[in-house]
Structures are given as structure tokens and as C-alpha cells.
Antibody, heavy 120, light 107 residues
């Protein structure tokens, strides 16, 4: 059974940093693209970042480019999102999602999310 | 960059109704479109991939169609469990964005 468990969220001041983790199980992690999607309170889904199965290709939404870094560790079966220079508008529930192939970026399976709150 | 436009943003319907949600892409995405359902307080769930392929376990009253720039999600006979918010996502090319969502509510 595919399982995705996000962690690392919390309250951070504007300008601060956080690193989110997504621990994966139930599938061969290195074989699948992974994605981060966020949802601000009461709003829709916003695609944030994606990484290929090998980790050689990474993609970012314009809203986070230059501030966020996606990475993965296939030995630990874990996806990461390093978030720097955080802003109030980054406040959201952050989901990780598994793709359907090593370079196919649709969100097939979702974790339950980790909440990031940026506030002074 | 590609834009995804979903309509309507809100849809009021009754149990038993046939409902259709539309998703339009600003450029061709071939058939690389997914539909997901989200209920309040829950993570989204994938219903349909590649525009028309029903995921395992998804009821057959859900169907998807379209290619290129125009796509539809149809629920043939609305059930009480179907009241939720629906999102399309394109995964043809970067950025792999979602539509704005359609909230399906009870009339």
C-alpha cells in the first residue's frame, strides 16, 4: 500500500526557513516522480514543485522559484522541500504526491499534508 | 505558460442529476489531464488520468473525455458522496498546474 507521510511544518516568521519531508513507502521510490502541492486556507490547489524519479530534473512554480528547493533521497525514501525567505503568502497545507512514472507529474497518490504558517 | 480554466466554479445539483464540469487549457495538452476529488479536511483523490482512464475503485458513474484543449468530467447520476470540490491538473508540460476547482454543492 502506498503511503506518504509529510512532516516538518510549523510556525515560522517571515523571512525564515523550514524543511519539509515526505517519507514514502509501499512502492519503489526511485522509479517515480514526486510533487509538492499546497493549499492556502479556504483556497484551491496550487502546484509548487516537482522532481523526476532520478532527481535529475526539477521544476518550480514562479511563486517559489529561487526560494524553494526540492530534493529526494532514494536511500531514505524521502522527498524534501527546503523553503527559504518565507512569506505570509506561503502559509498553506503542503501535500506531497506520487506520480505515475519516473517523469510523469500527475498527482496520483497524496499524503495528508503538513501545515506551514508564516506569521510574526 | 499554460493556463487551466475550470468552469463552473460552483455547481448546484441534486442527487440523481447528470453533471458536467469543464476544464480548458490555453494550449494543447494532448490527453495529459487528470481529475481529482477533494472533500473538506481531506487530501485530494485521483479519479481519472489521461483524460478518460478511470482509476481503480472509482465508481463507473464518473467519466472523463476530451483531448487537446477541452476536457469534461461527467457524473452520470449524482450520489450523496459526490458533493465535493473537483480539480483538473495538466501534466503535459511544465508547469504542471491545477484548475481553480469546481465546488459541487447540494441544491
Amino acid at each position: 500500500e502506498v503511503q506518504l507521510l509529510e512532516s516538518g511544518g510549523g510556525l515560522v516568521q517571515p523571512g525564515g526557513s523550514l524543511r519539509l519531508s515526505c517519507e514514502a513507502s509501499g512502492f519503489i521510490f526511485r522509479d517515480y516522480a514526486m510533487t509538492w502541492v499546497r493549499q492556502a486556507p479556504g483556497k484551491g490547489l496550487e502546484w509548487v514543485s516537482a522532481i523526476s524519479g532520478s532527481g535529475t530534473e526539477t521544476f518550480y512554480a514562479d511563486s517559489v522559484k529561487g526560494r524553494f528547493t526540492i530534493s529526494r533521497d532514494s536511500f531514505k525514501n524521502t522527498l524534501y522541500l527546503q523553503m527559504n525567505s518565507l512569506r505570509a503568502e506561503d502559509t498553506a497545507l503542503y501535500y506531497c504526491a506520487k506520480g505515475s512514472y519516473h517523469n510523469s507529474y500527475e498527482a496520483v497518490y497524496w499524503g495528508q499534508g503538513t501545515l506551514v504558517t508564516v506569521s510574526s | 505558460d499554460i493556463q487551466m480554466t475550470q468552469s463552473p466554479s460552483t455547481l448546484s445539483a441534486s442527487v440523481g442529476d447528470r453533471v458536467t464540469i469543464t476544464c480548458r487549457a490555453s494550449q494543447s495538452i494532448k490527453s495529459w489531464l487528470a481529475w481529482s476529488q477533494q472533500k473538506p479536511g481531506k487530501a485530494p483523490k485521483l479519479l481519472i488520468s489521461k483524460a478518460s482512464t478511470l482509476e481503480s475503485g472509482v465508481p463507473s458513474r464518473f467519466s472523463g473525455s476530451g483531448s487537446g484543449t477541452e476536457f469534461t468530467l461527467t457524473i452520470s447520476s449524482l450520489q450523496p458522496d459526490d458533493f465535493a470540490t473537483y480539480y483538473c491538473q495538466q501534466y503535459n508540460s511544465y508547469p504542471y498546474i491545477f484548475g481553480q476547482g469546481t465546488k459541487l454543492e447540494s441544491k
